[in-house]
């Protein structure tokens, strides 16, 4: 069993990038959520995760009494996320660029972007089942949370 605070400070790290590689995920497909229903249940989804991670974070800093045991599973279960998050992260960074372009540019990279969606439906499905793991994950160390 490892110690409660280091545990509990590892578990907020994981959190973090949750957060930071879900908010990510909604902010770039909110711009395409009039195209298809599946990019709207992946933009839900990502924001039902975010919210979650959001809760946990919050639960985890504020009951620093908690069981040391429990703490070390929801550590386990959070490890697990963490290998979801990265897959999640990887695709991420591949629709991700650097932003600092003029608003003309922006607005032809978007258009750009819109015209190859077709090609990208596989990215989504990768996308989904990573979110799904993840996802199914969070529960378990929510469900701790709450013993």
């Known amino acids: 069993m490892g110690e ?9 790290g994981i959190i973090s990038l949750g957060l930071t590689v879900c908010g990510s995920i909604i902010s ?33 800093q504020d009951h620093i009494s908690l069981n040391p045991v429990i703490i070390d599973q929801i550590q386990v279960c959070l490890l697990s996320c963490k290998n979801s998050i990265a897959d999640v992260d990887a695709i991420v960074k591949r629709f991700s660029k650097p932003q600092d372009d003029s608003k003309f540019i922006s607005q032809v990279r978007r258009r750009k972007q819109k015209g190859l969606f077709p090609f990208k439906r596989d990215t989504l499905r990768d996308l989904n089942i990573s979110l799904s793991l993840f996802q199914t994950n969070l529960s378990t160390a929510v469900q701790l949370l709450h013993m």
């Open 4 to 12: 409660p605070f280091s545990a509990a400070g590892s578990a907020v």
């Open 28 to 60: 770039y497909y909110q711009a395409y959520k009039g195209q298809d229903d599946e990019i709207f249940r992946i933009t839900r989804r990502a924001k039902e995760l975010h919210d979650t991670l959001a809760l946990l974070q919050r639960q985890l």
